[in-house]
């Protein structure tokens, strides 16, 4: 009788027990969608930023920028170094010509000096899908470079 009394108690501590975590789990499932919803469609299709290192004589071009879409303004991130010391370029008129490839002057960008020093931000937009060629002008005190550059794909 003692060990049939016992075992009824151990299981019913053993449902009490089930149940506790089955609850325990549901509200987790509901709590914690809310603190972590789903992403947002356009951070969720975020493309990864394209970069090319392009030279001249003179300077290295290291830029970063976004894909670029017809219509939409697309960040150029661009890092400057000057090979005849290393150092970075300052103070430049930095200044992208965009072309259609092989074609006309499509529009231009004029680069603003970021805040590190040999850093600047341009924007760019071209209106229609094609390929185009953009080439970039870099003129200070010191130095007076153009490099003309291919393969830019709008979408």
Same mark, same amino acid.
Request: hydrophobic share 45%.
């Given at each position: 009788m003692i060990l049939k009394i016992q075992s009824e108690a151990i299981w019913a501590a053993a449902a009490l027990l089930i149940c506790a975590c089955i609850l325990a789990c549901i509200?987790?499932?509901? !709590? =914690? #969608?809310?603190?972590?919803?789903?992403? %947002?469609?356009?951070?969720?299709e975020? /493309?990864?930023? +394209?970069?090319?290192?392009? &030279?001249? =004589?003179?300077?290295?071009?290291? &830029?970063?920028?976004? %894909? !670029?879409?017809?219509g939409e303004p697309s960040h &150029? +991130?661009?890092? !400057?170094?000057? +090979?005849?010391? =290393?150092? %970075?370029?300052?103070?430049? /008129?930095?200044? +992208?010509?965009?072309?259609?490839? #092989? =074609?006309?002057?499509? #529009?231009?960008?004029?680069?603003k000096v970021g805040k590190v020093t040999g850093i600047y931000v341009a924007e760019v937009t071209i209106a229609k899908p094609g390929e185009y060629d953009i080439e970039f002008q870099v003129k200070n005190a010191e130095l007076d470079e153009r490099m003309p550059l291919s393969d830019f794909k709008v979408e």
């Amino acid at each position: 009788m003692i060990l049939k009394i016992q075992s009824e108690a151990i299981w019913a501590a053993a449902a009490l027990l089930i149940c506790a975590c089955i609850l325990a789990c549901i509200l987790a499932c509901i !709590l =914690g #969608g809310c603190s972590r919803g789903a992403k %947002p469609r356009a951070e969720a299709e975020e /493309e990864e930023a +394209l970069s090319r290192t392009e &030279f001249t =004589g003179r300077i290295e071009n290291f &830029f970063e920028y976004e %894909p !670029l879409r017809a219509g939409e303004p697309s960040h &150029f +991130l661009i890092h !400057l170094t000057d +090979l005849s010391d =290393g150092s %970075p370029v300052e103070k430049a /008129e930095v200044t +992208l010509t965009i072309r259609a490839s #092989g =074609g006309a002057e499509v #529009g231009q960008a004029k680069a603003k000096v970021g805040k590190v020093t040999g850093i600047y931000v341009a924007e760019v937009t071209i209106a229609k899908p094609g390929e185009y060629d953009i080439e970039f002008q870099v003129k200070n005190a010191e130095l007076d470079e153009r490099m003309p550059l291919s393969d830019f794909k709008v979408e």
